[in-house]
């Protein structure tokens, strides 16, 4: 979950890319949110195609600004069953 607090006059609209173009849309495993100066993108059950640079633009009538950061996923670890001797 990524969190962004924007502030303006009017507040400004926030949109979240994915690296330098790809815009990130509401629906499957994405969820975003913006209520007055909190702006949220949510991505669930993360999979390593996820990483990469994350963009969050807020623009309004006097103009926009941004910000990024990176997203790195690792591969989850399978959890077998644990092999334990146990002595007498």
């Excluded at 209520?35 to 949510?42: D, F, I, R």
């Excluded at 996820?50 to 990024?68: F, L, T």
């Amino acid at each position: 979950t990524f969190i962004a607090k924007v502030g303006g006059d009017p507040i400004p609209n926030v949109k979240w890319m994915k690296g330098k173009w790809r815009q990130m849309t509401h629906g499957g495993r994405i969820n975003i949110q913006q209520k007055g100066q909190e702006a949220k993108l949510e991505i669930k059950e993360v999979t390593k195609s996820d990483s990469g640079q994350y963009r969050c633009v807020a623009s309004n009538k006097h103009g926009e600004i941004e910000c990024s950061t990176d997203l790195n996923v690792d591969e989850k670890k399978e959890s077998g069953p644990e092999m334990v001797k146990l002595k007498k």
